[in-house]
Every structure is written in C-alpha cells, then in structure tokens.
C-alpha cells in the first residue's frame, strides 16, 4: 500500500508541473507539435517558436497596398522579443523592413520597386537566436495589353471616300484590377503628317478586371485627301496613372492602305448675259483630278426661272458624264435656254456630292448684252488651272 502511495504521489507532482510520469523510465516532458508542423521529441524540453498569423497563405497585394504582419510567441520563454523583419524570395533576402520592432505587429508599404512574384516574410528576434517564416503571399500588378494583332478596321480596303471603324481590344493580363485611364491615338498620313484631330487624341478605358479585354469601337472619318499608307498608333495608360508589371506592352501600331478614287469636279459655265427672249447657251464640265479614272455617272442642271403664274420653279436637265482618264473633262453638258422675265437667276450644276452655282441676269430689251463668259466651279472660284480653261474654252 506504500508503494502505491508513493507512486501515486510521483505522478500528480509530475502533472503539476507540466509532465508526463512513466512508472520505472526516466522523467520526460510532454510530447507534442510545434506550429511548424515539427514534432517534438519526448524528452526534450519545448523550444520556443514565433507563430506568423498574418499574411496568410494565397492573400494577393499591389504596389502602395499596406500588408499587415502579426505574430505571436509560442511553446516556451522568449527572453528577448523585439524582432526584425526582412523580405524573402524564395531564399533570397529580397528586402530589410525593420531592425528593431517589439511589438507583436508591423505594418509595410509594398514599394513600386518590388517586382511581381511569391514571397514570405522572415521575423527573427534580435538576438539571432529565434526565427520563423510567415506564409507565402503574392505580389501583383495590372497589366494592360495591346498589339498590332489587336488592332483591325473595317472595311479591311477602304478608299479615300471612305469613313473607317477601327477595333482596338484592350486586354488586361495582369493580377490586379487596372483602374480607369487614359489612351492616346495617333493617326499619320501617308506624307508624314498627322491627321487633324488624331495627334495623340485621348480615348477613356474604363476600368479591366484580370483576364478580361476592353473593346474600343469609334468611327473615323480621316478625310482622306491622300491614297498611300496610313499608320494607327496607340499607347495606353498614357498618363502613367497605373502601375503595370510591364509597361512594354502597352504601344501598338497598325498600317493600312488607303487606295485612291476618282477625284470628279463640276464647274458650270453662264456665258453671256442674255436678254429677253433670245436663247442662251448653257454649259456645264466634269473633270476628274484624281489619281483613277472614274465610272461613269450622272450630272444634273437645275435652271431656275419664274413665271409671273406659278412664281419661280426649276427645271432639271441629265447628263450623262462617261468614264473620265485623271486629269480629263467632259464637256458634252450644254443647252439652249430662254427666259421670259427679266431678273438674276441661279443655276446649278451637281455632280455627285459636288455642285456648282452660277447664275443669268436676264436683261430687258435694250439692256446691256454681257460680253464676258463666267466660269463657277465647286471648288471655288479662280481655282481654274489653265489647262483646263483651254480645254473648256473659256478665259
């Protein structure tokens, strides 16, 4: 009965303390885990281990985030427990935070210099004699994409009549949300100039989460006035708002042809001042100063006139102006007119978009009879190049 006393005595003394009792071994402590997963052999006292609660495991950050480190002592006594801090990639110090922190918690700014990639923190007391790893977090920026793959328009061959859709797809391959920002598009003309209104002209890019594109879809009328090769060029973020994890891809440029098309003119030419009665003699040119020779097409004279009845009305006259070589004219549009009233009237020659107005001052009899032909072109008057002039006869 002693020895069972006694024996019982030895056991709850060692629980006291923290121990295990095993009846004829030696005396060992508890065995147990530590938090990094290391078993702890029985036997041995617990070595005291620095428990890194935050960052976790997978948590994603962005330059100018502020990461919260926390930790906490565990498994033993810790005499000395102010700590420093570094930054670890992989096994290389990437980065000392701190020296000398002795609180529990620390705050860092993820500066613009720290590339993207996994790391971990490394907190070791001062004294060199604990240290411990935190979890592996990630480090990631936006990044906004755009090649000459990304840039189309439609149509594919267009013409110097033509107005152009252009289709940018802006992507985002980046880990982080890019924020709003701004585009730049440039337009160039095949003489190296660059196109009114497209000298680095700003576009929005709302805001692209990871992984997905932004479509850019405007309309623009280049006005060409050139055929020959045009270049689209585009940078994004080009205020420099956000911070990329690659900034190289962030310029494209695209070159299209624009093909040439007939250039066709109209002039209308009033001749003489007529009088009353007696016919005059009407006639209207096309010329083509483009590069291509046209198709053929129509070209219309309105000749407006009054009659003290109906008031003033037009009458049309059609032509039609056969395929013109470039630099060629028709003149085959001429007719006989006669007013009955006297007065200035207008007259009017269309070809396509282009018109040409002149006009008659229809003289009473005895009036002054005009000497002098009077050419009116659409595109302006005294524009007339002399060839042309002789070609139509007039001075």
Not at 43 to 68: C, E, M, S, W
Not at 150 to 162: A, L, N, R, Y
Not at 255 to 264: A, E, G, I, R, S
Not at 322 to 328: D, E, Q, T, V
Request: charged share 20%; glycine share 8%; with cysteine.
């Amino acid at each position: 009965m002693k020895k069972i006393i006694l024996t019982l005595l030895a056991a709850m003394t060692s629980m006291a303390a923290g121990f295990t009792y095993a009846p004829n071994t030696a005396t060992t402590f508890h065995s147990g885990i530590h938090t990094n997963g290391t078993p702890i052999r029985a036997g041995r006292l617990a070595k005291a281990q620095i428990v890194v609660t935050r960052p976790q495991r997978g948590n994603l950050f962005t330059v100018y985030d502020h990461i919260n480190i926390n930790w906490r002592f565990a498994m033993g006594h810790v005499a000395q427990k102010c700590v420093s801090i570094k930054l670890y990639k992989g096994n290389r110090s990437i980065k000392n935070l701190t020296q000398r922190v002795c609180r529990q918690n620390f705050q860092w700014k993820v500066q613009n210099n720290i590339a993207d990639g996994k790391y971990r923190f490394k907190i070791t007391t001062v004294d060199g004699k604990i240290s411990s790893y935190s979890q592996i977090f990630s480090i990631g920026r936006a990044d906004l994409k755009v090649d000459k793959n990304s840039i189309t328009i439609k149509p594919q061959h267009p013409d110097m009549s033509d107005e152009i859709a252009l289709h940018i797809s802006i992507s985002n391959i980046g880990k982080i949300k890019a924020a709003n920002s701004t585009a730049a598009l440039t337009i160039t003309q095949p003489d190296g100039k660059i196109l009114s209104g497209y000298n680095k002209k700003p576009i929005k890019v709302p805001s692209i989460n990871p992984g997905s594109k932004y479509i850019f879809t405007p309309f623009v009328d280049l006005n060409m006035n050139e055929y020959g090769n045009y270049k689209i060029h585009i940078k994004l973020d080009a205020r420099n708002h956000i911070s990329e994890s690659n900034k190289d891809n962030n310029s494209a440029s695209y070159t299209f042809y624009v093909n040439p098309v007939p250039d066709l003119r109209v002039c209308i030419d009033t001749g003489k001042r007529p009088r009353i009665g007696k016919n005059a003699t009407i006639r209207a040119y096309a010329l083509n100063f483009g590069p291509v020779a046209s198709e053929s097409t129509d070209m219309k004279i309105y000749v407006h006139s009054y009659n003290k009845l109906t008031g003033y009305h037009n009458k049309i006259y059609t032509f039609l102006v056969p395929p013109l070589k470039p630099g060629s004219i028709y003149s085959g549009a001429h007719l006989r007119y006669k007013w009955k009233t006297p007065g200035e009237y207008d007259l009017t020659a269309f070809l396509g978009y282009n018109q040409a107005i002149g006009s008659y001052y229809v003289t009473a009899p005895g009036g002054k009879h005009g000497a002098t032909n009077k050419v009116k072109c659409s595109w302006g008057a005294g524009s007339l190049h002399p060839i042309y002039k002789s070609l139509m006869g007039v001075r």
